[in-house]
């Protein structure tokens, strides 16, 4: 062989290693290429090459996901609130004067369009008790074997298999680059972190979610425990959002993900730092793979996760990216990928 | 060189270099031999050695620390206090209104005999008038600059110098072996997670402390910010330790470490896990080199910081170790080790 073929091979092999590299380093391989995917790479690449001008050290490097339709499934209905509609035959068993009440009686009537028009004060109510009273342990428990049960109507899987596998790779790319990943929902933080460390490997103390207080008290053997209050500490919808990233993390997060109205100020606030910041909303226009719904874009309005044309508009006018399901996403959850 | 002769060098340099382990396992130097150090060192061995039947996972490993009187100093009056009644010039300066009226009347006066009666209605006045009002940023850079300028009267060095080596130590060794570590202070959060991070190497999303509300909003280019409201959502004292932990880490403790009436229940809850645990309570009975006072064990009685004899007995009774600043520590400040 002579020392021209030599380095002809070289080459070759050179090329095809970048090739390679190149390949192994997308790590969204569920995202199509396009602005979305390219924003996320552009992102990464600046806050975390040292000597970028927008390079955030790794103690600041905070990412923040709102969970309901932004890494899984909510419709038609909240996970959360079905297992509050699930849970009521065992409210009332244990409490038999709530079986003729309203609106615990429709609930049990099992009539979906009658629960469908529920007030919000009724949602609340059942909400509140099937949420309060116990103790952090036994609620614990209800939640994990429900979780373990219970199956979504459409997909006949467990809830916690309905995840985005597009955001479940945008989470372990972000881990991978020294961000950390916290989930700020409206969902409830203890019901949340019953699943997602083991979902998402988001562990508990990295939940920020709608909470009540607990009251510390003792059992008869004089053993310590907390029980769920009622009372509401943190509405974390909102200006709740930004309001409970500061009480539970006390930093301003470098990139915040959403996909309704709901996530608004969590994005502003996001932006509203200093230097390179990323703010994205999922937009559900997919009604094959997964639900469509808006009404931006002319999408169905809804009650569950509504992204307005408003919040549309002022995506486009403030440098957000909006996800489009159908276009960014080549498959929609983890099990499509597995097939 | 016979082979018998190598034999015993070789015998003798392993003893040697067995020494030196030994001696450089020793993570806690400021700490005198004794049941307090010996209780760490089993502890951590037994949760961090796997197949040890009280192995601890290392995402289970939580440690929390209360901090005044347990990380650094508080008497004769804790230093936020300090930081409050200091901040008072400058608040009537904003709000001259305020001049002639108690309590901010006798604070301006500065006579120390006046300020020492002021009653706890009085004295939350102060606080909360010195605590909220503000945006996030401004509280940020007041109590920055005057944490930054401020200096200890008998020790004429700032307040994040008074820190106690052997809990230093004692930090740094649980996060050697995986143990995340959180301060749960009755102090204010925000106050706190200003300096914890260069102090303590503890992240603001580590510190669980009593904490108001926030509420967000634009200022007048639209862009948004949180203002500290009067409102008060957690008061981490008392009960209100495990009720915090609850609300912002979700996991129970392994270990927890206090010096007051005020970290009972965090300690009891603690305990109240299965597996191993470790709770300890620093005990302030050195009033040459720091402060006196319980009034457990006849040391002289204090409103800041009580530890009741009940306390001592309590941890007597359930095996929490008390740490005797005056046996268990060489050294109480990280500037005398480097004298």
Chains 1, 2 share one sequence.
Request: charged fraction near 25%.
């Amino acid at each position: 062989m002579n020392s021209k073929v030599t380095l002809v091979r070289l080459a070759t092999v050179a090329l095809g290693f970048n090739a390679l590299v190149s390949h192994a380093d997308d790590s969204l391989p569920s995202w199509n290429d396009g602005p979305a995917k390219q924003a996320i790479f552009e992102f990464v690449k600046a806050t975390t090459t040292e000597g970028s001008p927008q390079f955030v050290p790794p103690e600041a490097r905070i990412a923040t996901f709102d969970q309901d339709g932004t890494l899984w499934v909510e419709h038609p209905m909240y996970t959360q609130v079905t297992y509050c509609f699930e849970r009521v035959p065992a409210l009332v068993k244990e409490k038999p004067e709530l079986k003729n009440k309203e609106p615990f009686k429709t609930v049990l009537s099992g009539n979906r369009e009658a629960m469908a028009k529920l007030s919000t004060n009724q949602l609340v109510e059942i909400l509140v008790a099937t949420l309060s009273g116990m103790s952090v342990e036994e609620f614990r428990a209800e939640a994990k074997k429900w979780l373990g049960e219970a199956k979504d109507a459409r997909w006949k899987r467990p809830y916690t298999e309905l995840t985005y596998q597009p955001m479940q790779e945008l989470l372990r790319y972000l881990r991978a680059n020294g961000y950390k990943t916290y989930i700020v929902t409206g969902g409830g933080q203890d019901f949340v972190r019953e699943y997602a460390e083991q979902t998402y490997g988001i562990p508990p103390e990295q939940i920020v979610g709608t909470a009540g207080g607990t009251t510390y008290g003792y059992d008869k053997a004089g053993k310590p425990f907390l029980t769920k209050d009622p009372k509401l500490l943190l509405n974390d919808n909102n200006a709740g959002k930004p309001e409970g990233i500061h009480l539970m993390i006390g930093r301003r997060p470098v990139a915040a993900f959403g996909n309704s109205t709901g996530d608004r100020q969590m994005l502003e606030y996001t932006k509203a730092g200093d230097g390179a910041r990323l703010a994205m909303l999922v937009l559900h226009d997919d009604a094959e793979r997964e639900y469509a719904y808006g009404p931006a874009q002319g999408l169905p309005d809804t009650k569950v996760g509504t992204f307005t044309q408003a919040l549309y508009d002022e995506a486009k006018k403030n440098g957000w990216m909006v996800i489009s399901m159908k276009n960014d996403w080549k498959v929609i959850f983890p099990f499509e990928s597995k097939l």
